[in-house]
């Protein structure tokens, strides 16, 4: 059964930086793609960031010049750069693994953006 840990979260100020990572553990044959999406209190799960196993990428607007998708596809672990966080970053992230027949959701970790 493949699980994702996610890791990385946590309290920062504005204007600073956060990685998350996640990291998926058990048999993988094929990934189609990676990602990380977001949800704040009282607000819908939204994209943040995604990257296809073929090398596209697409980001939120919002998040466009400040957060950056990685992967390393020998380890299947996907990361998230977040530079220049604002106020309005701050949501439970989520890392979300499409495979060919299914789709996986890690547990989500805090980001809390805040002086």
């Known amino acids: 059964q493949v699980q994702l840990v996610e890791s990385g979260g946590g309290l920062v100020q504005p204007g600073g930086s956060l990685r998350l990572s996640c990291a998926t553990s058990?048999?993988?044959?094929?990934?189609?793609?990676m990602g990380w999406y977001r949800q704040a209190p009282g607000k819908q799960r939204e994209l943040v960031a995604a990257a296809t196993t073929g090398g596209n990428t697409n980001y939120a607007d919002s998040v466009k010049g400040r957060f950056t998708i990685s992967r390393d596809n020998a380890k299947n672990t996907v990361y998230l750069q977040m530079d220049s966080l604002k106020p309005e970053d701050t949501a439970v992230y989520y890392c979300r693994v499409v495979l060919t027949r299914e789709i996986i959701w890690g547990q989500g970790t805090q980001v809390t953006v805040s002086s």
């Open positions: 058990g048999s993988i044959f094929s990934i189609l793609s």
